[in-house]
């Protein structure tokens, strides 16, 4: 009799070399007490010779019980940011603690701009039961005809108008008033704000930017708005041409904790202090800001409560469940690198 190569093997052919039924080779090698234990025994040893093991996502998918959940980070090549942003991987750390400690496995995937429709192919193609995405970017559109197509699916990000799909992210408008609210209270009336306005969550925190400006009575310049990618040698390059101009700030509202390290380090080889002459705030609160020196003053994020809420409101799309996107808080970080209020000290 011809045995079957390894990279072949079915459990059909378990069965016909042991002389059973398929089904019965599936319950023994499940552990089934359906199956005597010589008919087991037999088996099992028959499928360890061949090297034959069960295709758990096959047999998931078999059985509506997929205990995978894809995580997708789309790449969009114009703001340049990559998995190895410290953002990034905090998130991906959180979502996996939670997914694991929820007896889940992640599939991590990552998602070129032009590849946005075929997310969805993760969910109807058996691979994952569900689906998060970190970051909206320019894709909303996107993300609207994935979720009409009815694919169970969480987007961190900001909640947008004549939005289909569900969110969980911070409150980006909260975290830009709170971050420049407090530059204002140290006496900062220039504020240059860091970030590509084009992407919904930066632009929520320039929004908050402006709303501090106006709750202080003080003029928005369009001037002191500097549109930089995520990338750190690029964004670089572009806050030290525009420091080098010599427009006139005496503070920085960065978009991102990478972006504010970066202002911080072209400052000081320009020789402006930080924060004797120049005073930074950041955003995300990722692990180095409380490390870096000056140690950094930020918005933080509360990415210990974003995996479980992520997680639940995915659950329930699941099970066919209505579900609202959700609002998170930040909180503002106050660190060397902005200073302090009265009163006030480091955090």
Known sequence: MRTPSKSKL???DIARLAGVSTATVSRALSGSKLVNDETRKRIEELAGSLEYTVNIGAKNLRSGDNRTIA???????????????????????????????????????????????????????????????IGQW?????????????????????????????????????????????????????ILFLGDVELP?????????????????????PQLCLSVSFEAGLARQSIANHFSEEVNFDAVFASSDLLAVTAISALNELGIRVPEDIKVVGYDDIDMAQHYRPSLTTIRQPLELAGPEILSVLERQIRGERVVSSLLPTSLEIRESSGFEDGQHAG
């Open 201 to 221: 969550e930066v632009a929520s925190r320039y929004k908050g930017y402006c709303k501090a400006h106006k709750k202080a009575r003080l003029a928005v310049n």
């Open 71 to 133: 995580v997708v980070i789309p790449y969009q090549s114009s703001a340049r940011q990559t998995l190895c942003d410290p953002f990034f991987l905090s998130m991906i750390g959180e979502l996996a603690t939670v997914l694991t400690e929820n007896d889940y496995e992640m599939l991590l995937s990552r998602v070129d701009e032009n590849d946005m429709p075929t997310i969805g192919s993760l969910y109807t193609g058996g691979r994952a039961a569900g689906i998060i995405i």
């Open 138 to 190: 320019h894709h909303h559109d996107d993300l609207n005809a994935l979720a009409a197509r009815g694919v169970p699916m969480v987007v961190w990000g900001s909640k947008l108008e004549q939005q289909v799909y569900c969110t969980v992210g911070s409150d980006n408008e909260l975290g830009g008033l709170q971050a420049t609210s407090h530059l204002i209270k140290l006496g900062t009336k220039k």
């Open 10 to 12: 079915q459990m059909a």
